[in-house]
């Protein structure tokens, strides 16, 4: 089993959710703050970060988290929450997410940690996902140590702003995930049709498993022959 104690998980809650309609960070699931959701779901034994900026100072759930670290600017994106997140840790190694991705995993996350613990050269790891025969990198989730901080701080300050264009440099590597990971692990609220989708979907799943216990605790009684 992959060791997280000693690897900071930081959730990047700063943006204000214009296709949403609000800050995403304000969303709830499960009649919970999202923050709150997430924490829940992923069970993180080691430290918690939020990150958020200026804009959007006050986040629902924040009680949950060891650490709130906000961006000293507005406006620079998820890079620069990154950059906060490596900035404020007390670990080596630093985990990130979006708090709009609800299907993110830590199986996933545990994939990240022991790839980038294997690979002591390495500054941070994003993943590349297989979309109809082509690969696609996706920023997130992905993983850092805090010595990345010098890299992608000279990224911003050269007004390079993009997570992917971390590829370009050489002590970041882009690695395939593993073929049974599913599509929806990279899904994405950006508004509130996606929103609703996934509310429902994830009720469906509830009942599900509602129905699935009830089986188990009530048996079909079988009549003798």
């Known amino acids: 089993m992959t060791e997280l104690s000693d690897v900071t998980l930081a959730v990047l809650a700063g943006g204000v959710g214009r296709r949403m309609g609000g800050p995403k960070a304000n969303l709830q699931l499960a009649g919970r703050p999202i923050l709150a959701w997430l924490l829940d779901r992923l069970q993180w034994p080691g430290p918690r970060m939020a990150v958020t900026a200026p804009v959007v100072p006050d986040l629902p759930g924040k009680d949950r988290f060891d650490r709130v670290a906000i961006d000293p600017i507005d406006g620079l994106g998820p890079l620069r929450g990154i ?68 890299s992608i701080r000279a990224q911003l300050s050269g007004g390079r702003r993009s997570v ?62």
Not at 126 to 148: K, Y
Not at 196 to 225: G, V
């Open 83 to 150: 950059l906060t997140a490596l900035e404020n840790s007390t670990t080596q190694l630093v985990c990130t997410i979006t708090v709009d991705m609800p299907r993110v995993d830590r199986r996933a996350l545990s994939w990240l940690v022991e790839a980038l613990k294997a690979a002591p050269a390495t500054a941070g790891i994003m993943c590349s996902v297989d979309v109809a025969g082509e690969r696609r990198i996706e920023p997130f989730p992905s993983i850092f140590r805090v010595s990345a901080a010098d």
């Open 164 to 225: 992917r264009g971390l590829r370009c440099l050489p002590a970041f590597k882009i690695v395939p995930t593993p073929p049974d990971w599913p599509a929806t692990l990279w899904t994405n609220l950006n508004d509130p049709a996606e929103l609703a989708a996934f509310e429902t979907s994830l009720q469906q799943s509830e009942k599900s498993h509602e129905a699935s216990n009830t089986k188990q605790q009530h048996p079909r009684a079988i009549n003798p022959q």
